[in-house]
């Protein structure tokens, strides 16, 4: 069923044992908020997933923001939209009760980018992130705190378009004290199972280090 009772479109899926973990999706340029759907189910399959749909259309494509190049992108759009997404996940967590310290959020490509931008413009609604062929997409410097985000990059080593930016992303991320895990995969821009082993295994390990603590 698709949600249209908040600022972003939305499905939510129910896992039939939930462990109490949420996987927050966030879609590629030209998907919509299925896209990500059985990724999520195969990388965490006890989670409660909140698939979300990007609300800029441009060139007929479903995006997060609008971009100028494929590598440059509207600054204004970027920052009302994060706010919007800002405000979205606070509604979300109040209307179905979940728990932002035991949530992940999941972004692809255009997605991922959204949730990068997010942690700089607003450090405390991301505890932990998985960045999937991610690039940073703001400009000038933010005072984001990030002592307490938890980030795994994935990036595809024939990628082109973005691989060449993920060393930028991390740096990016570190400096603002985000413990970040890199991993370069040998892929391309697209996602294959490669990504899903080493997602579950970061969220593994992720879970694992919660319940210690």
């Given at each position: 069923?698709l ?15 939930p462990?109490?973990d949420t ?23 006890n ?11 441009q ?17 204004k759009?970027i920052?009302s ?14 209307q179905?009760?979940?728990?932002p310290?035991?949530?992940?959020f ?11 931008a997010?942690?700089m413009?607003y450090p405390?609604?991301?505890?932990q992130?998985?960045l999937?062929r991610?690039?940073?997409v ?11 985000a ?21 740096d ?11 991993r370069s995969i040998?892929?391309d821009h697209?996602?294959?199972k490669?990504?899903?082993?080493v ?15």
């Open positions: 069923m949600h249209a009772d908040l600022p972003f479109k939305y499905r939510i899926y129910r896992p039939d044992a462990n109490g996987l927050v999706l966030l879609h590629g340029s030209g998907q919509d908020e299925t896209s990500l759907v059985s990724f999520g189910a195969k990388i965490a399959p989670a409660l997933l909140l698939a979300v749909r990007g609300r800029v259309v060139d007929g494509s479903n995006r997060w923001y609008r971009r100028l190049t494929p590598i440059s992108f509207d600054q759009d920052r939209e994060a706010k919007a997404f800002a405000d979205f996940f606070k509604q979300a967590a109040l179905y009760k979940i728990d310290k035991r949530t992940t999941l972004g692809y490509s255009n997605g991922a980018n959204l949730v990068n997010v942690m413009l405390d609604i991301v505890k992130a998985v999937l991610s690039m940073p703001l400009t000038g410097s933010t005072e984001a705190n990030l002592a307490n938890r980030v795994l990059t994935v990036s595809g080593a024939t990628d082109q378009l973005y691989a060449p930016y993920a060393p930028a992303l991390e990016m991320l570190r400096s603002h004290g985000a413990r970040v895990e890199a040998k892929s697209g996602l294959g490669e990504d899903v082993k997602v579950s295994e970061w969220l593994s390990g992720m879970t694992a280090q919660l319940k210690k603590n």
